[in-house]
């Protein structure tokens, strides 16, 4: 059956992935988004499929694009460069952009997905993380204004959701990357793609020693729609639980572009997570899904759109 579904944030990296995965189950999609953070180009190759339809608008003002089946609520900063240059936008989006997502859905009586984070986790003391989990998060720190927005968007949808009956979905998202990401945006995915392929110093923050998991896109996507299919209204983590040191996220890169650049290490920023990675289990045994496509794989399958990102800033 296909609906017409509302997707904040649908401009940006993962939310034009989504709704290019919507479109093809045949679903009419409203994609709402300010772009401060996402780009029009993600989008351009919709510009002509009348199932498509683009409003652009700061989801913090109260809105309404009429009646929608599904609410899927992803606007929101993401990178730390970029959360830390729209703190309180970041803040503000997770807060009041949430109360306004929630309002759309309890309107129209449908069901809603929110994309919260391992951010959540903080700088975990249990490894690999549980869903179950509660962290270990600096309320005050340099990430607190994403990870505490995300937390505090997490307990907005558990109070629609148990006292206004809202049909709630909440996906923890361990680190995601493919085509579509910004090149600037600092994280390390880009970063060490544009570094290698620009023959420049691949930047290692600290000794390089930390580790992070990385899911390919279309991977994630997959893991969201059948998250929302089901029935489950508490924190699914979706993400791939292969666990990477950056000095070995560096090797790949370097190994799949081809580049001789060297490694330069900077100093670690405050708070940055020592270890990461995802107990998919509940994903595993409740939707069937675990991730295909390898760390090599998914960064081969990406490096045609870094080469075209990089070629357009030269
Ligand atoms: P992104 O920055 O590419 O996309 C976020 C989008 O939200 C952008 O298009 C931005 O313009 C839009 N937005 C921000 N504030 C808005 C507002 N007030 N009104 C309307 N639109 C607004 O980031 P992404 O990587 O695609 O992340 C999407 C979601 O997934 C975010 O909620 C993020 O927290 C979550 N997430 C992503 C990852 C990841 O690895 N990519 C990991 C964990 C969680
Ligand atoms: N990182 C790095 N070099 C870079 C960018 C990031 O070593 O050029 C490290 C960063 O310190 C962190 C890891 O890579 O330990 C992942 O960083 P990212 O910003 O991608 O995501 P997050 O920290 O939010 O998981």
Redesign the pocket.
């Given at each position: 059956m296909s609906v017409r579904v509302l997707v904040t944030g649908g401009a940006g990296f993962l939310g034009s992935h989504l709704c290019d995965a919507l479109l093809a189950e045949s679903h009419s999609v409203v994609c709402v988004d300010n772009l401060l953070t996402g780009r029009s180009s993600n989008i351009e190759h919709l510009r002509n499929e009348t199932r498509f339809e683009f409003q652009q608008a700061d989801i913090t003002q109260p809105f309404d694009f009429g009646a929608v089946e599904y609410v899927f609520h992803l606007a929101s900063p993401a990178?730390?460069v970029d959360y830390t240059n729209y703190s309180i936008e970041t803040l503000k989006v997770g807060s009041l952009g949430t109360f306004n997502a929630l309002e759309v859905a309890k309107k129209y009586r449908v069901r809603f997905f929110f994309s919260s984070t391992s951010?959540c986790y903080g700088d975990p003391l249990e490894h690999p993380q549980k869903a179950t989990y509660w962290g270990n998060v600096n309320p005050i720190g340099l990430r607190s204004m994403y990870d505490e927005s995300k937390r505090f968007s997490e307990a907005t949808v558990m109070a629609y959701h148990r006292t206004h009956k809202v049909d709630t979905r909440i996906v923890r998202i361990f680190?995601t990357y493919g085509p579509r990401m910004q090149l600037n945006d600092?994280?390390?995915?880009p970063?060490?793609m544009k570094q290698a392929l620009r023959g420049d110093d691949l930047?290692?923050?600290?000794d390089?020693r930390?580790t992070?998991s990385f899911c390919y896109v279309a991977d994630e996507i997959e893991g969201f729609l059948r998250l929302a299919k089901s029935d489950e209204h508490l924190p699914v983590n979706i993400g791939n639980p292969n666990e990477f040191t950056?000095l070995e996220c560096a090797e790949i890169v370097l190994r799949v572009t081809g580049s001789k650049s060297r490694l330069r290490f900077e100093p670690?920023?405050p708070d940055?997570?020592k270890q990461?990675r995802p107990d998919i289990t509940k994903a595993h045994t409740l939707l069937g899904w675990e991730p295909k496509v390898s760390l090599e794989e998914g960064l081969k399958l990406s490096l045609d759109y870094f080469r075209s990102a990089v070629e357009a800033t030269a």
């Open positions: 990178s730390p951010e680190n600092g994280r390390v995915v970063n060490f930047t290692i923050y600290g390089g930390q992070r950056m670690l920023p940055d997570p990461r």
